[in-house]
C-alpha cells in the first residue's frame, strides 16, 4: 500500500530543496508503481536485476529506472538497453562492462561511484585510496569510456541512532564529491549528482548536500 500522504508531502518539501527523489520499489507490486506514477512519480528505484526486467516490461516507457543495488558484471546487459542511472558501480570492471555494453547499443549510460562511507564493512563502494588510483586511471583512459558518463556519487550511511555519525559520514562524503568534482572531473559539468539519503536518514543527507534521495518504506511501507 502506497502512503499517499506522505509521497505529497515529501515530494513537496523535496522541490523546494531541489533535490530528486527516487522512490525505492524493490519487492513492492507494479500497482504500488502504478499508485505513485498516477500522482506524477517517474523515477524509480530498484535492485534485483530480474524484478528490475519484469516491471520494465510492464510498466510505463516513461519511467526513469534507476539501479541501485549491488550490480554484477554479467548482468549489466540485461539493464543497459533501459536504465536511467546506475548507482552502484563499485569497480573499475563494472564501469567497463557496462562502457561495453553502452557500446554495443549506441547508449551514454549514466553512472554514479558508490563510495563506502558507513563504519559497517557490508556495505560496497569505493574507498578514498581506490577513488584515487580510479581516478588516475579514468583520466588516462577517458576518450576509451565514451559510452559511460560518470554523473557523481552515491552513498549510504551507517545504520546508526548516532546522528552525529550519520551527518559526519553524509559530510564525509560530500567534501570527496566536491574534491573530485573539482580535480577528477574538472572538466565535465555533468558531474552534479550526489545520491545519498534514504528513509531514515534523508534529511540529515540533504543537510549535509545531497541532491537526490532514494526512498522506500516511508512512501510504500515496510518489506516483507
Ligand atoms: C532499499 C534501499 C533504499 C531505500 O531504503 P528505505 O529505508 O526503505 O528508504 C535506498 N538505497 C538503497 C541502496 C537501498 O538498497
Known amino acids: 500500500m502506497v502512503n499517499t500522504q506522505a509521497y505529497l508531502s515529501l515530494s513537496e518539501q523535496l522541490k523546494?530543496?531541489?533535490?530528486?527523489?527516487v522512490a525505492v520499489s524493490k519487492l513492492k507490486s507494479a500497482a504500488d508503481i502504478q499508485a505513485l506514477y498516477a500522482l506524477g512519480q517517474r523515477d524509480f528505484g530498484e535492485n534485483y536485476v530480474q524484478e528490475l526486467m519484469e516491471k520494465e516490461a510492464e510498466l510505463p516507457k516513461d519511467i526513469r529506472w534507476h539501479f541501485i543495488g549491488h550490480l554484477q558484471s554479467n548482468?549489466?546487459?540485461?539493464?543497459?538497453?533501459?536504465?536511467?542511472l546506475i548507482h552502484g558501480v563499485d569497480s573499475l570492471?563494472?564501469?567497463?562492462?557496462?562502457?561495453?555494453?553502452?557500446?554495443?547499443?549506441?547508449?551514454?549510460?549514466?553512472?554514479?561511484?558508490?563510495?563506502h562511507i558507513a563504519t559497517e564493512d557490508t556495505k560496497?563502494?569505493?574507498?578514498?585510496?581506490?577513488?584515487?588510483?580510479?581516478?588516475?586511471?579514468?583520466?588516462?583512459?577517458?576518450?576509451?569510456?565514451s559510452h559511460v558518463r560518470i554523473r557523481g556519487m552515491m552513498g549510504m550511511a551507517s545504520f546508526s541512532e548516532d546522528e552525529g555519525q550519520v551527518r559526519k559520514e553524509f559530510n564525509a562524503l560530500k567534501q570527496t564529491f566536491e574534491v573530485h568534482k573539482?580535480?577528477?572531473?574538472?572538466f565535465e559539468e555533468s558531474f552534479d549528482t550526489l545520491s545519498m539519503g534514504m528513509s531514515g536518514d534523508?534529511?540529515?543527507?540533504?543537510?549535509?548536500?545531497?541532491?537526490?534521495?532514494?526512498?522506500?518504506?516511508?512512501l510504500f511501507g515496510r518489506r516483507g
Not at 93 to 115: F, H
Not at 136 to 142: G, I, Q, W
Request: one cysteine or more; glycine letters at 8%; proline letters at 1%.
Open 182 to 186: 573539482g580535480s577528477t572531473f574538472l
Open 124 to 145: 560496497f563502494g569505493f574507498d578514498n585510496t581506490e577513488l584515487f588510483q580510479f581516478g588516475a586511471y579514468y583520466e588516462a583512459n577517458k576518450s576509451e569510456m
Open 202 to 218: 534523508y534529511e540529515l543527507a540533504i543537510a549535509e548536500g545531497s541532491n537526490m534521495v532514494r526512498i522506500g518504506s516511508l
Open 75 to 84: 548482468k549489466v546487459k540485461y539493464i543497459a538497453p533501459f536504465v536511467h
Open 16 to 21: 523546494t530543496k531541489n533535490t530528486t527523489l
Open 93 to 115: 570492471k563494472l564501469l567497463l562492462e557496462i562502457n561495453k555494453q553502452g557500446n554495443k547499443l549506441g547508449r551514454v549510460i549514466d553512472c554514479l561511484l558508490q563510495v
